[in-house]
């Protein structure tokens, strides 16, 4: 009797084994597929974008086109996200005459930013291109750059004409003693009064041993303005008052000179 009952016993053990077994082997069937899975959703949303071109995205342009700065950038155009440098890129736009300064910075997977600072023009001239007068731009380190069609309409970037540029190249610049011209015109602009909207053009006379005078030319008056080197904001108003007292004297004035610390003028 005591051995049938220990038979008896002996048979849900070994099922029970079983069962265990079997759960097992489903437990690491579902871990193995769960772990494909998860690897699946790495290569494709991770890895492979990282393989393929970088989306790019710009901010910061307002003058310069997403189109130009992508044609600048073309020569990187093949490389992977992987691939893609940096500094290479700030390299090849910093180039650009008309940028001031640039960042650029990767995102992974596949995403490049990329943001720039415009020169900001505070003077235009002229300069000559195969014969004919074109518009260039002048920032407030004396940096010319093209891109003078998009002038401002209200006229607080003056026309200054007489420097001594005969062509443009990247990042070229005016000559070192008229940039106190251009530091004197950055600080009037920064004033709330737009006094340039009243100066048509700021006319650079040579003088002797390199030294220079300034002619200036109202916007709504043909009379000419014969002053020194010193264009600040009380040397504008003195001019402005001055025009009104001589032209209510005498209306066919053509030059008023105030320099050496008196007024005299010319008619025609």
Known sequence: MSDISMTGFDVPKKKTASSDRKTKIIFIVFLV??????????????????MGKPRITYSGENRISVEEL??????????????????????????????????VSKHFPDKVTVSIVEREPVAMTFILVD?????????????????AEQEQQDGSVPIVSGLPVEHLSAGMRIPAKYRVLIDQIAHIQSLPQKYFAA???????????????????PAKSRTRVLTDRALNEDALQY???????????????SEIDLRYGSVSYRTR
């Open 199 to 217: 100066v048509s053009e700021i006319c650079v006379v040579p003088k002797e041993y390199g030294n220079y005078e300034l002619m200036l030319i």
């Open 70 to 103: 992508s044609e600048l950038l073309a020569p990187m155009k093949n490389l992977n996200w992987f691939s893609f440098s940096p500094e290479e890129a700030v390299s090849i736009l910093s180039s650009a005459p008309a940028i001031d300064s640039v960042t």
């Open 239 to 253: 001019m402005m008052v001055v025009l009104d007292v001589v032209n209510s004297i005498e209306p066919n004035v």
């Open 131 to 147: 014969g004919r007068s074109v518009p260039v731009q002048i920032d407030k380190n004396g940096v010319l750059f093209a891109g």
């Open 33 to 50: 597929l769960c772990t494909a899975f998860l690897l699946e959703i790495v290569i494709y949303k991770f890895v492979l974008p990282s």
